[in-house]
């Protein structure tokens, strides 16, 4: 069976529909078929400051959520990224392979550090997409399902793949990244030309998973749109209109185009009501879902603990030969 792997920060509590659309979605489809990882990055959410015991709440709220949302125990390997020191050991040695120009290129980085200012950046922000490469390298991953703003760090991913394969013998898969066209940017419901981030300036246009269901039906129903009235699908002269529709169609399962006859006739008013029960009928049972994991933290981790053996007995395996490889002493 292929492997796939991915991972999800635990930075602010609840997931936001893009990552669920973007990611989560996929992470539940692929475990039907594959060898899945999935795990909750608390080592990457680190490179930003976090209160520990906020950490520690969001780390389980994560992993309640990914439940909730429908992965199965049974059938993925689901983990929290720090219980496998080896993540942080496969980066020391990735990081002496990744050139300093090829790290300074990275967007989320020049992003976020230029919003810091330097003084305020830390150089695990900086290192942060070679941890990242380290997540897939270790498992042997041959995709990795992720939103397009994780595609450059999967073609570093690859390179470095490649280049290690290169100087030291074929050691690592040189994973795929499996990013699904119409999901894989879901824009922020009040700005459509960015993308739905935790780290917008305003949360008016960020639909917070575990928000109360009117919370976020009020956000719908008060979405950017445009000063037409007719309901087409144009990403590039109606950007708002389409975001919703590209939502209605991952929540409905029907195409653009059976929408906008759909919406034949109606204005914007009837597709942001649609959506916003549309939405509330899938988030109603995933809160339930995810509060029953909340409310068993043994159990809970119980999974969690399950979850890092059987990626651990993955993890070591391929650590131990790129150790050797790279001239390591093998430990007595
Ligand atoms: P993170 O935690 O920022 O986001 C988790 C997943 O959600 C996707 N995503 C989106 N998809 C569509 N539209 C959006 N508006 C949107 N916002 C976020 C992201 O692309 C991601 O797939 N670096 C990663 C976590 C990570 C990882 C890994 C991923 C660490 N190690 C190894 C894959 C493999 C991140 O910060 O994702």
Not at 156 to 184: C, Q, S
Not at 224 to 241: I, S
Request: proline fraction near 5%; hydrophobic fraction near 40%.
């Amino acid at each position: 069976r292929p492997r796939v792997l991915s991972g999800i920060q635990p930075t602010s509590g609840s997931f936001h529909l893009g990552n669920y659309l973007g990611a989560v979605r996929q992470w539940v489809d692929l475990q039907e078929a594959n060898d899945a990882f999935y795990m909750v990055v608390d080592l990457h959410a680190i490179t930003v400051e976090q209160d520990p015991a906020v950490l520690r709440q969001n780390t389980r709220i994560s992993a309640a959520q990914l439940l909730g949302a429908g992965l199965d125990p049974e059938r993925c390997t689901l983990f929290v990224q720090s219980q496998v020191p080896e993540h942080a050991q496969l980066a020391w040695v990735m990081n002496c392979l990744t050139g300093f120009g090829e790290a300074s290129r990275m967007t989320q980085f020049k992003d976020k550090s230029a919003k810091q200012g330097s003084d305020r950046t830390t150089v695990g922000l900086f290192t942060y997409p070679v941890l990242m490469v380290a997540d897939v390298l270790l498992y042997q991953a041959d995709a990795v399902p992720v939103g397009e703003d994780q595609r450059q760090h999967l073609e570093l991913t690859r390179d470095l793949a490649d280049r290690f394969n290169t100087r030291y013998g074929k050691t690592f898969t040189v994973p795929e990244p499996y990013i699904l066209k119409a999901t894989a940017k879901i824009q922020d419901l009040q700005d459509p030309a960015a993308k739905m981030s935790k780290s917008a300036a305003t949360d008016k246009g960020l639909v917070n998973l575990l928000d109360p269901a009117k919370t976020s039906a009020k956000k719908f129903k008060s979405a950017v749109t445009d000063t037409d009235t007719v309901v087409t699908y144009d990403e590039a002269n109606k950007p708002g209109v389409s975001n919703l529709l590209r939502i209605h169609s991952a929540l409905s399962g029907l195409s653009t185009d059976e929408l906008v006859a759909h919406f034949e006739g109606k204005m914007y008013g009837a597709l942001k009501t649609e959506l916003a029960d549309l939405f509330t009928e899938w988030v109603t049972p995933f809160q339930a879902r995810t509060q029953q994991y909340l409310d068993d933290p043994a159990e809970l981790d119980r999974v969690l603990a399950l979850g890092a053996e059987k990626a651990r007995a993955v993890a070591s395996e391929t650590l131990a030969e790129v150790y050797d490889r790279v001239g390591f002493l093998a430990p007595k």
